[in-house]
T-cell receptor
Framework: AQSVTQLGSHVSVSEGALVLLRCNYS??????LFWYVQYPNQGLQLLLK??????LVKGINGFEAEFKKSETSFHLTKPSAHMSDAAEYFC?????????????FGSGTRLSIRP | DAGVIQSPRHEVTEMGQEVTLRCKPI?????LFWYRQTMMRGLELLIY????????DSGMPEDRFSAKMPNASFSTLKIQPSEPRDSAVYFC?????????FGSGTRLTVV
């Protein structure tokens, strides 16, 4: 069974400040891990994904995430927040060796940016 | 590439009516997924297909829900009869490798 837990349903940071969104995963098989972003009234857009090539994964819009097996974590960071980063962010997991590629999503973290 | 196309974007219907949501996946993608998003339950996987064959429908909430994929370019999610608690945003997504492309969703309101 696989699952992800996102710590904090709402995170608020000042413009220009560090963004840190936390995600811990549980998986009985080596996982693939993802971060998705959802802007209001839109579908989900892939930010980045971890597939074991490198533990530090760089994504779009300046975001990156680091896979830490010892901590079962895959936290999302961005050095300097921009107003346009305000959105809902979802961490997700799927099994690497599963013949089925279904992805399980976390409950989401709403990121607000203060001017 | 037009992406994953869902229709309609918004649907308002009365309780008891049949509702059909439609999805056109990206050409060449062999997986198709239906998700439901609500404030209370977040993103729930309802059902997914591989090469037009349903693989896992364990997320379908009740027998009132059914999904079909008659060919590689079209899928439907039907609710009959609809109930107010079915109100949600329904997303379709397709993929050919790990990492989906989502449609813009159908916002369903059952009154």
């Amino acid at each position: 069974a696989q699952s992800v837990t996102q710590l904090g349903s709402h995170v608020s940071v000042s413009e220009g400040a560090l963004v840190l969104l936390r995600c811990n995963y549980s998986s009985s098989v080596p996982p693939y891990l993802f971060w998705y972003v959802q802007y209001p009234n839109q579908g989900l857009q892939l930010l980045l994904k971890y597939t074991s090539a490198a533990t530090l994964v760089k994504g779009i819009n300046g975001f990156e995430a680091e896979f830490k097996k010892s901590e079962t974590s895959f936290h999302l960071t961005k050095p300097s927040a921009h107003m346009s980063d305000a959105a809902e962010y979802f961490c997700a997991v799927s099994g690497r060796y599963s013949s089925a590629s279904k992805i399980i999503f976390g409950s989401g973290t709403r990121l607000s940016i203060r001017p | 590439d037009a992406g994953v196309i869902q229709s309609p974007r918004h649907e308002v219907t009365e309780m008891g009516q049949e509702v059909t949501l439609r999805c056109k996946p990206i050409s060449g993608h062999d997986y198709l997924f239906w998700y439901r998003q609500t404030m209370m339950r977040g993103l729930e996987l309802l059902i997914y297909f591989n090469n037009n064959v349903p693989i896992d429908d364990s997320g379908m909430p009740e027998d009132r829900f059914s999904a079909k994929m008659p060919n590689a370019s079209f899928s439907t999610l039907k609710i009959q009869p609809s109930e107010p608690r079915d109100s949600a945003v329904y997303f379709c997504a397709s993929s050919t490798s790990y990492g989906y492309t989502f449609g813009s969703g159908t916002r369903l309101t059952v009154v």
